[in-house]
């Protein structure tokens, strides 16, 4: 049996072991010890890294009572090794898991929903609950979910036999057996749980919903804790600041800055719109609505079925509508609604073509101006 020093002092990352045995294998070097800092992951929380006698320890396995660290190198049964956890990514960890069991504890213990999914990545952290949550909710669980890091409440992890464990209430996603561990916040939560957590609810910091989305039956939440919410405050702070220079406003001003903006560009494309639907009612004067093809320079995809609609508006001959790009030319294919579907997918298969739609279909095409001519003027006869 591996003497599991995370759960008793999880900020010891450094440490002495003496080699119990050494297995060479496909992925490496098994190697067990009679103690480790090393957490071989569970609980939704990721396994540490780090490295064993300056070895990088490339993954932990779990079997029984045991714990092997795979190295690529062997290491002496008998010899005492030194372990080092990266010590900044298991704080991370440990930040954002215990986090996530105050919110998960303040959810279930308020409305009665319980934690049905749980992922902890490197930059992200998401929780899934089986019911919905309102604006108002959310904020109210972020806000008593901070008062209990302002408290400094002590978070603690205890083993309990299947007989102990009948009489306390707590959550857990199935039923387990043997000895259950439980992580007990004091007020807020009491789950079974194999992770390492931080001692006391003050270290895990700012704990922040970035997002509250609705997910299959019930919501999906977006956690920053510790260090992860104050970066993504810097992050947002300096984007603010940023649109403060550039709208010239002060921080309390920006959104209805930025909503004056998208209503003066709205503005502007409406004008152009208006303007280029003239330039192209004048050119339409000087093209043969008869010929079923055309070019255009330099055009859009919106110009393109711009000037495609006009022709339609004023002819019932189809029209395909032409203008290079890199790789060949955009197209707005014009005709009755019924056939021009199946003529833009016969024009795409042949010219390695994407792109659809009804009435007006757009995309492009790959090809020469001739072949592409010969081609659509097959199909629409």
């Not at 320890?57 to 030194?82: D, N, R």
């Not at 303040?106 to 934690?115: E, M, R």
């Amino acid at each position: 049996m591996t003497h599991l020093i995370y759960y008793k002092k999880p900020y010891e990352m450094a440490f002495k072991a003496k080699v119990i045995k050494c297995i060479e294998s496909e992925a490496g070097y098994c190697v067990l010890l009679d103690q480790t800092a090393f957490f071989p992951g569970g609980g939704g929380q990721p396994a540490d890294q780090g490295i064993l006698n300056g070895l990088p320890v490339v993954k932990l396995l779990e079997e029984e009572e045991h714990i092997y660290h795979i190295v690529g190198e062997p290491l002496e049964v008998g010899q005492e090794v030194e372990g080092i956890v990266d010590a900044k990514r298991r704080r991370d960890f440990m930040q954002q898991h215990s986090g996530e069991h105050i919110v998960s504890g303040l959810i279930h213990k308020l409305y009665g929903y319980n934690n049905v999914g749980f992922s902890l990545g490197e930059e992200k952290m998401t929780a899934d609950f089986d019911g919905v949550l309102t604006k108002e909710q959310v904020e109210e669980v972020e806000r008593l979910a901070n008062e209990a890091v302002y408290q400094n409440i002590p978070i603690q992890g205890k083993g309990y036999t299947q007989q102990e464990i009948e009489t306390i209430p707590y959550r857990s996603k199935k039923r387990l057996e043997g000895i259950i561990r439980l992580v007990d916040i004091e007020g807020y939560d009491c789950c079974a749980c194999c992770g390492v957590h931080v001692e006391t609810t003050g270290e895990i910091g700012v704990i922040k919903i970035i997002t509250a989305d609705k997910h299959r039956s019930g919501t999906r939440l977006t956690l920053l804790c510790g260090g992860r919410a104050l970066k993504d405050y810097q992050l947002k702070n300096n984007q603010v600041y940023a649109l403060m220079d550039k709208l010239s406003v002060k921080s309390e001003e920006v959104v209805e800055g930025v909503c004056r903006l998208v209503e003066e560009k709205e503005d502007l494309k409406q004008q152009v719109a208006k303007l280029k639907r003239q330039v192209f009612e004048t050119k339409m004067a000087q093209v043969d609505l008869q010929e079923p093809l055309c070019t255009l320079e330099e055009a859009t995809p919106f110009e393109l079925r711009l000037f495609a609609s006009i022709w339609m508006e004023r002819s019932t001959a189809p029209c395909l509508l032409l203008t290079c790009d890199e790789k060949g030319y955009k197209y707005a294919l014009g005709g009755p609604s019924e056939l021009v579907g199946g003529w833009a997918k016969t024009l795409n298969s042949q010219f390695k073509g994407k792109g659809g739609g009804r009435e007006i279909c757009q995309g492009t095409l790959e090809g020469s101006y001739e072949a592409i001519k010969e081609a659509y003027l097959k199909v629409i006869s």
